[in-house]
């Protein structure tokens, strides 16, 4: 016996698609994949609150000047535009929550599918991204850097 494709079950099948579309989109943008910090605030998902005032996470020396360093735990790319200055970027990619893998020519690369982003500044350069990378606060106390 062979199953016959009538209206009303191609009608049901779609409404079923539709619920399941919206439904996947509904978890994709309130996840923290999608460049928004889940139920904390940014700050506090990288360590800030804690008694030392934040989450060390680096050597200020171990960053280059005009570079950074990618730290995966917690995941955030410092930068060091100059001798003076450092700026904290989230290291999860926007496109689809991977962790970026590398810093070069100016950018913060993604390696599942290759979306670049400006390392002064965040912003996508190379798409499938379309969100810059998510700022995080840092301060630099005794010559090491920590999330504010």
């Known amino acids: 016996m062979t199953a016959q494709l009538t209206r009303r079950s191609a009608a049901h099948a779609a409404g079923v698609a539709l619920v399941g579309a919206v439904a996947g989109f509904i978890v994709a943008r309130n996840s923290s994949a999608y460049g928004r910090p889940s139920g904390t605030t940014a700050?506090?998902?990288?360590?800030?609150?804690?008694s030392s005032g934040g989450h060390r996470l680096?050597?200020?020396d171990d960053v280059p000047v005009g570079s950074g360093r990618i730290i995966v735990?917690?995941?955030?790319?410092?930068?060091?535009?100059?001798?003076?200055?450092?700026?904290?970027?989230?290291?999860?990619?926007?496109?689809?929550?991977?962790?970026?893998?590398?810093?070069?020519?100016?950018?913060?690369?993604?390696?599942?599918?290759?979306?670049?982003?400006?390392?002064?500044?965040?912003?996508?350069?190379a798409t499938p991204a379309t969100r810059p990378l998510p700022h995080v606060a840092l301060q630099v106390r005794n010559g090491q850097v920590y999330t504010s």
Do not use: E, K
């Open 58 to 60: 680096i050597a200020l």
């Open 73 to 125: 735990n917690p995941p955030v790319v410092v930068v060091r535009p100059s001798a003076n200055a450092v700026r904290g970027f989230s290291a999860i990619c926007t496109h689809q929550g991977c962790t970026v893998s590398s810093i070069s020519n100016g950018t913060i690369n993604c390696p599942c599918h290759g979306s670049r982003f400006d390392l002064l500044t965040g912003r996508v350069v």
């Open 43 to 50: 700050a506090n998902a990288y360590g800030a609150g804690t």
